[in-house]
């Protein structure tokens, strides 16, 4: 309790704390505002019958905080966002520009942000018109339509409206990265993540109390699956490492043996963001081609209760782990710096072989690191399958919403982490520090 308190006693932290929690605040409160033309009680009925049947929809609501339920204004939530970011790094990888402004340091950096904002509008007003077009076609079997007047008006202000909205809340996890705590951005989607925990476990409460020894075994599953997380996104393997001696004048440098740290998983959460973002793709497209028998065929394949879904997710999860980190951490680059410091590997030859070397340990770190994320991401569905769990229950024991949950809070404790030894205080743990992941 006294290292908790620590965080109180520093001024820039305690700033940066408040300047976190107010913007969070301010997206949620923003996302109680709703659009205007959508009859709001028929649209929460429509939510309540595909949570019910496990459609991709009430996926889409969670993650976005409830807000699709409600016809807010932040209905796209970060999402947009996301898919520009995944679009401008694939770029990355095969377009010679895009190649040369992630080589130009801080203002390559500056650019690709500036490009990603604008993908970010592009992909949000696509899916804006797909939102007001979707809205206006709902209707219920007692002829009740989400959009009563359904006209120019209605669709104009919706796509203006959804697309200011995305562009505030990428503004918001802008701003909660520079001058806050943590990745502005996952603590946005964590936050709408966790302000859904108390419904679901409100909706369980009486379930609870008839078959109590169900859930005392369920709780005490979810305890061993969060420390799988905890130690797959923790876990790290050291690459021992010498400095030759260098004299300068009178003082002699290097001498000195260190590590590099190679992460289990270096790719933190974003693979599981990533993944899951594709995965919206085939059923969003489905939904307006709805008469389509295919179409049909793709709305089966990709509901929760299909196992290609799970299947397509977790060989997804394993791509994007392997890309993003791949982005996220460079042998060559670490070579070359080590070479420059008079840095090497015992055993290895400096230059192109500790590359290689490097390289070879980090695709063999990454492997089991990748493929208990996607164990992890599916194991929801087994549990939906073996013990009738609700997929809103179930998504707490494992699955996307724990991963973003245990990634993101491990983040940013260990920001704090950071600040508290910075200035001499102890940080949260008494034997060491919090390997945190990278960031987003």
Not at 132 to 142: C, E, G, P
Not at 190 to 207: K, Y
Not at 358 to 381: C, E, M, R
């Amino acid at each position: 309790m006294k290292k908790f308190f620590n965080i109180f006693k520093i001024e820039d932290l305690r700033k940066k704390l408040a300047f976190t929690g107010f913007l969070l605040l301010v997206y949620r409160l923003g996302g109680k505002v709703p659009v205007p033309g959508v009859d709001k009680g028929v649209l929460k009925s429509f939510m309540d019958q595909a949570t019910q049947q496990n459609s991709l929809l009430g996926l889409y609501d969670t993650f976005v905080g409830g807000f699709f339920s409600q016809a807010s204004i932040f209905t796209l939530g970060i999402m947009p966002y996301i898919s520009a970011s995944i679009i401008i790094q694939l770029l990355g990888s095969v377009v010679p520009y895009f190649q040369k402004l992630q080589k130009e340091g801080e203002l390559g950096r500056k650019k690709i942000m500036q490009l990603t904002r604008y993908g970010t509008v592009l992909i949000a007003s696509m899916q804006s018109i797909g939102v007001a077009v979707y809205l206006a076609s709902i209707k219920l079997n007692n002829g009740a339509s989400v959009v009563p007047i359904n006209n120019f008006y209605f669709y104009f202000v919706t796509i203006v409206t959804l697309v200011t909205g995305t562009i505030f809340i990428m503004w918001l996890g802008e701003q909660i990265s520079d001058h806050g705590l943590g990745n502005g951005i996952s603590l946005i989607i964590m936050c709408g993540i966790l302000a859904q925990a108390p419904f679901v476990f409100q909706a369980e409460w009486n379930n609870i109390t008839i078959n109590p020894y169900r859930y005392l075994f369920l709780a005490v599953l979810m305890f061993l699956i969060t420390l799988v997380v905890v130690t797959v996104t923790t876990g790290t393997r050291k690459i021992p490492v010498q400095y030759a001696k260098r004299v300068v004048g009178r003082k002699v440098y290097g001498g000195q043996n260190t590590h590099i740290p190679l992460r289990v998983n270096t790719a933190g959460v974003m693979p599981i963001i990533f993944a899951q973002s594709i995965m919206f793709i085939p059923s969003t497209i489905s939904t307006f081609f709805s008469d389509s028998d295919f179409s049909s065929s793709i709305m089966r394949w990709f509901s929760f209760e299909h196992p290609v879904y799970w299947i397509f997710f977790g060989l997804m999860i394993v791509f994007f782990t392997y890309f993003y980190t791949a982005i996220a951490f460079d042998p060559i680059q670490v070579s070359s710096q080590m070479k420059q410091q008079g840095g090497f590997i015992p055993g290895v030859r400096p230059g192109k072989k500790t590359s290689e070397y490097i390289d070879n340990i980090l695709s063999k770190v990454t492997l089991p690191g990748s493929i208990a994320l996607a164990l992890v991401a599916i194991f929801p569905y087994v549990l939906m399958q073996t013990m009738d769990v609700e997929y809103d229950l179930a998504s707490f024991f494992g699955g996307t919403s724990l991963l973003i949950i245990v990634g993101v809070a491990l983040d940013t404790l260990q920001q704090l982490e950071s600040h508290l030894m910075m200035r001499h205080y102890d940080g949260f743990l008494t034997k060491g520090k919090i390997r945190g992941r990278r960031r987003m």
